[in-house]
T-cell receptor, first 112, second 115 residues
């Protein structure tokens, strides 16, 4: 079953602008991860944020986590055409089997 | 870094036949592997959790007799789609959890087309 809901479902911006994607989830989590997927290809792991962390950076990526609101955001700064892809959040739940459950994803298009 | 491979990367088969997809962890041991399915422009749906030496755990709505999973070693899990139908056409992605680091790594996926 899908745990995460992402918005927007699709986002189109100009190169150089910042892109923000949001993810909401329903149950308590150990960590939340963001992945990128180019069309028809495998997943690329971007960043993992643990439940006791509030913000994490990796290059042009910034991830925030608000466990009280059960939400996370992924910010890509100074976007490039190569950032065009689908982005998914995935949560590792606290209870039950330790498995990653994916959100619906955001399709990001960067226009040159 | 940890690598997970899948074979084949793509396969075309006829309705009614069975297709086996392999998932291997190349440089780590994985007691637990996961199988996901992804339809075009949709997200990954977890199908089952594969455990070495024991039966797989299937998600609700996934037919265990249709999607046979065998996790015979610490580095190999296989998914067999039996009596394939066109609606089984999809992108199948496996993931392996590193026993020593507890990180999860994804394979490149297998595109199955059933004609």
């Amino acid at each position: 079953s899908q745990q995460g809901e992402e918005d927007p479902q699709a986002l189109s911006i100009q190169e150089g602008e910042n892109a923000t994607m949001n993810c909401s989830y329903k149950t308590s989590i150990n960590n939340l991860q963001w992945y990128r997927q180019n069309s028809g290809r495998g997943l690329v792991h971007l960043i993992l944020i643990r439940s006791n962390e509030r913000e994490k950076h990796s290059g042009r990526l910034r991830v925030t986590l608000d466990t009280s609101k059960k939400s996370s955001s992924l910010l890509i700064t100074a976007s490039r055409a190569a950032d065009t892809a689908s982005y998914f959040c995935a949560t590792m739940r606290v209870e039950g089997a330790q498995k990653l459950v994916f959100g619906q994803g955001t399709r990001l298009t960067i226009n040159p | 870094g940890a690598v997970v491979s899948q074979h084949p990367s793509w396969v075309i088969c006829k309705s009614g036949t069975s297709v086996k997809i392999e998932c291997r962890s190349l440089d780590f041991q994985a007691t637990t592997m996961f199988w996901y399915r992804q339809f075009p422009k949709q997200s990954l749906m977890l199908m089952a959790t594969s455990n070495e030496g024991s039966k797989a755990t299937y998600e609700q709505g996934v037919e265990k007799d249709k999607f046979l999973i065998n996790h015979a070693s610490l580095t190999l899990s296989t998914l067999t789609v039996t009596s394939a139908h066109p609606e089984d056409s999809s992108f199948y992605i496996c993931s392996a959890r590193d026993d020593s680091a507890y990180e999860q790594y994804f394979g490149p996926g297998t595109r199955l087309t059933v004609t």
